[in-house]
């Protein structure tokens, strides 16, 4: 904002997360929240980043923090305040009552899960994934997204990593790659596309289409932390049918979570048990592959409003219900609506493909084939270069001004 709307910046007294603004309206007053400020603010050990460090990134953005972020934080399941008024008059609730601190989504739904344990990964799977879980202590994942001291739960220190593109991924697919047949077939049958493709793949034996893909297609967020990174599938050929690679898209997106579960591990912060939330929790194939993939237990939420039983919880302890969000976790938490167990020989199959997964993912991304970047490049210098049209210059192939723009080469 700075650099591109300096007049706008200028004209601010507060950077402020809509969740914060959404509770200064209710309660009358702003206080920040713990969870973003930490994971969107970059507040870590009491600091944010220190003028140094933004002044290095433009000189005029130093005092930034001192200027526009810093304010009171208020801890995950404190009272902001209370319904002021007005407030209670747009609401049709009780004047008085407490209004919670602000919170993500994503970071709400653990305590909804009963998954605030070190070790219990909660994914929150839908267009994307978002990956939190509590640790004991403070240590550096490759790609993690953000590591905050009470970022999920007081007293813990919570980690986050994600996957930009997961149901995006599918939907991508469905929408453009999927012949009409497969539409009428499955309307035939009263099932929606996804649930026929879902069908269909689930009658194959792990590695019967004989593809792999790499789930990038919208970047990747963990642990390569590179947007211009894009999707493969490897081993196609005609006799590829869509419920072929539809498959290798849901295996594609269980290596990229086996991928992060591995990185905690190696660095420290075991991973037992998998909790997934949103959507996607609606095809048990893929929560199977999951599973399989990870070799770890999986549970499914039971609640279908996971982020909205999380933000009752911490509204219960601020409102003095219970002592902490651990206890109103256990009080009003969702128990599992289903749970997957790992099949030993499906492991030992999926390690196979995982190793061709890590091979392409470290090949790809690692720096050993620029590629993509390669290919992102030529696509800014195609899409910002203006097209000539023939019409510029008139009919026929004998106009000199329209055959010196046709043959001279376009510079990027």
Same mark, same amino acid.
Request: negative net charge.
């Given at each position: 904002?700075?650099?591109e709307d300096?007049e ?5 007294d507060h950077?402020?997360? =809509?969740?914060?603004?959404i509770v200064?309206q209710l309660?009358?007053g702003?206080?920040?929240?713990a969870?973003?400020?930490?994971y969107?603010g970059i507040y870590q ?6 003028e140094?460090f933004?002044?290095a990134?433009?000189?005029?953005f130093?005092?930034f923090v001192e200027?526009k &972020?810093e304010? +009171? ?13 007005e407030?209670?008059a747009w609401t049709g ?11 993500v ?6 305590? =909804? #899960? +009963?998954?605030v ?13 978002c990956?939190v879980m509590n640790?004991?202590g ?7 997204c953000g590591?905050?001291?009470g ?7 919570g980690y986050?990593?994600?996957q930009?593109?997961?149901g995006?991924?599918?939907?991508w697919f469905?929408n453009n790659c999927?012949p009409a047949a497969?539409?009428?077939?499955a309307a035939?049958k009263?099932?929606?596309?996804h ?7 689930s ?6 289409h004989?593809?792999i893909?790499l789930?990038?297609?919208s970047g990747?967020r963990s642990?390569l ?12 050929t005609?006799?590829?049918?869509p419920?072929?690679t539809y +498959?290798?898209?849901?295996?594609a997106?269980?290596?990229g979570?086996?991928?992060i579960?591995? /990185?905690?591990n ?5 991973v037992r048990?998998? &909790?997934v ?5 609606k095809?048990?194939l893929l929560?199977q592959i999951?599973?399989?993939?990870t070799?770890?237990?999986l549970?499914t939420?039971g609640?279908t409003q996971? !982020?909205?039983l999380?933000? =009752?919880?911490?509204?219960a302890?601020a409102a003095?219900a219970? /002592?902490?969000?651990?206890a109103?976790s256990e009080a009003?938490?969702?128990d599992? /609506?289903?749970?997957?167990t790992?099949? !030993?020989e ?11 997964y890590t /091979?392409l993912?470290d090949?790809f991304? +690692?720096?050993?084939?620029e ?6 490049a030529?696509?800014?210098?195609a899409?910002t270069?203006p097209?000539?049209?023939s019409?510029?210059g008139g009919?026929?192939?004998g106009?000199a001004?329209?055959?010196s723009?046709?043959?001279?080469p376009v510079? #990027?």
């Amino acid at each position: 904002m700075l650099e591109e709307d300096p007049e706008v910046y200028a004209a601010m007294d507060h950077w402020v997360e =809509a969740a914060d603004w959404i509770v200064w309206q209710l309660a009358g007053g702003y206080v920040r929240n713990a969870c973003t400020a930490g994971y969107k603010g970059i507040y870590q050990d009491g600091e944010y980043p220190s003028e140094d460090f933004l002044s290095a990134l433009n000189p005029e953005f130093k005092d930034f923090v001192e200027a526009k &972020v810093e304010h +009171r934080i208020g801890q995950l399941g404190e009272a902001a305040g209370t319904l002021t008024e007005e407030a209670a008059a747009w609401t049709g609730l009780p004047a008085g009552i407490a209004v919670a601190v602000g919170n993500v989504d994503a970071h709400v739904t653990a305590p =909804a #899960a +009963r998954a605030v344990e070190p070790g219990q990964m909660v994914a929150i799977m839908g267009t994307s994934t978002c990956h939190v879980m509590n640790g004991e202590g403070l240590a550096q994942v490759p790609g993690m997204c953000g590591v905050v001291d009470g970022g999920i739960l007081d007293g813990r220190w919570g980690y986050e990593a994600g996957q930009s593109g997961v149901g995006d991924i599918f939907g991508w697919f469905v929408n453009n790659c999927v012949p009409a047949a497969y539409s009428e077939a499955a309307a035939a049958k009263g099932l929606g596309v996804h649930e026929y493709l879902t069908e269909l793949a689930s009658e194959q034996r792990i590695g019967e289409h004989g593809l792999i893909a790499l789930d990038w297609h919208s970047g990747n967020r963990s642990v390569l932390v590179d947007h211009e990174l894009s999707g493969v599938v490897v081993g196609q050929t005609l006799a590829t049918n869509p419920e072929d690679t539809y +498959r290798a898209l849901l295996e594609a997106t269980a290596f990229g979570t086996r991928t992060i579960v591995d /990185a905690f591990n190696s660095s420290g912060v075991p991973v037992r048990e998998l &909790v997934v939330a949103g959507g996607l929790v609606k095809n048990p194939l893929l929560m199977q592959i999951y599973a399989d993939v990870t070799g770890l237990q999986l549970s499914t939420i039971g609640s279908t409003q996971a !982020p909205a039983l999380g933000s =009752a919880i911490h509204a219960a302890v601020a409102a003095s219900a219970y /002592a902490d969000v651990k206890a109103a976790s256990e009080a009003m938490g969702s128990d599992p /609506a289903d749970v997957y167990t790992p099949v !030993p020989e499906n492991q030992e199959a999926y390690e196979a493909l995982f190793a061709e997964y890590t /091979a392409l993912h470290d090949y790809f991304g +690692r720096g050993a084939n620029e590629v993509m970047h390669r290919l992102k490049a030529i696509q800014r210098a195609a899409t910002t270069t203006p097209v000539s049209s023939s019409a510029d210059g008139g009919a026929g192939g004998g106009n000199a001004a329209h055959a010196s723009t046709s043959t001279t080469p376009v510079s #990027a």
